[in-house]
């Protein structure tokens, strides 16, 4: 995967980062971000390797931008659930979760497991909870996935959130589904293969097939 900058500049840019809103030794860059960072990398080449817009490839290959906020949200996303999963360091972990909603506006918890492919796309004000999320997920701004009672949504592959989409509670979402704009979906399961418009319990659902897909997602490398 290209850079946009060396390792090097992006271990001081985080540096730099962290201690603009909380204190941060030289100690958790040396022994926990900077061991974590070949890892996340990997995972942030996998994931952007699927992606078809054109800011996440260059020269043929995978490209990171550290100045690409979509990006960049991922990357903390990943660097925070790697810290904490591999130290259990639970203290920068929220940092770096903190440092992201700063920055980007999304709240994407470190224990939250997102799949290994997955976009976002302008994520401002998005919030995604302790859902069981698949492959090929993809959400924009002003999204909320969240629970009803204590229980949390199921996302099957290529499950696509609009802006200002909600998934609240007991759903089961199947492969291939569309969340349009501003529709809201609270304990309701929605079939493969829709499109989906409106509010619970009045929710308008219409069929569709994979051709969206193939315009989003790289399925062929």
Request: aromatic share 14%; glycine share 6%; hydrophobic share 35%.
């Amino acid at each position: 995967m290209k850079l946009s900058h060396d390792v090097r500049y992006l271990e001081v840019l985080l540096s730099r980062q962290l201690n603009s809103f909380s204190i941060t030794s030289s100690r958790d860059l040396s022994d926990y971000l900077a061991p974590c960072l070949d890892e996340v990398l990997e995972k942030l080449n996998l994931c952007f390797s699927y992606n078809t817009n054109k800011y996440f490839q260059e020269e043929g290959g995978t490209y990171f931008n550290f100045y690409h906020s979509d990006q960049y949200a991922i990357f903390l996303y990943y660097l925070s659930n790697r810290v904490f999963g591999k130290f259990g360091n639970r203290e920068l972990a929220d940092k770096l979760y903190y440092l992201n909603k700063i920055m980007n506006a999304i709240d994407l918890y470190y224990e939250v497991e997102m799949p290994a492919i997955f976009a976002l796309g302008h994520p401002v004000g998005t919030v995604l909870g302790r859902a069981k999320y698949s492959d090929f997920f993809s959400v924009s701004q002003n999204c909320t996935v969240g629970n009803n009672k204590g229980i949390y949504p199921r996302f099957e592959k290529f499950v696509t959130m609009f802006s200002g989409s909600k998934v609240i509670g007991n759903c089961e979402i199947g492969e291939n589904v569309m969340i349009s704009a501003n529709t809201y979906i609270k304990d309701t399961n929605i079939k493969a293969n829709s499109m989906v418009f409106g509010s619970s319990p009045n929710l308008t659902i219409k069929q569709i097939d994979r051709s969206f897909h193939d315009r989003v997602w790289r399925l062929r490398h």
